[in-house]
């Protein structure tokens, strides 16, 4: 897996640079591990011949959003189960879960 940083567009579309030397490729924010996202807009629309996923910030709050782009197969929701920085809860991941279950009905 292949993480990209990115803090605009084109970090995006360079990313096709790598797309053979790996099998996935991860787009998260700039600053990994702050839970904070980037502007999911940037891939809208965006086509690549590997499977990738989308990071940063994302959580029950906002996973409708995530789930009605079609382009959107692999989420990493690492920070937006954790109650306090690097602390999973159990809490938190199963309410994501029965989201993701109801909103995929």
Known sequence: IKAISVSNK??????????????????????????ESFEWDWI?????D?????SGGINSSNLEIILKNPAIKFIDISSGIEETKGIKSLKLISE????IQKLNK
């Open 44 to 48: 809208k629309g965006f086509e690549l």
């Open 96 to 99: 994501i879960m029965q989201k």
């Open 10 to 35: 084109d970090d995006i579309i360079h990313a096709k640079n790598f797309a053979q030397s790996v099998d996935f490729l991860l787009f998260d924010n700039k600053n990994a591990g702050s839970g």
């Open 50 to 54: 590997k499977p990738w996923f989308l």
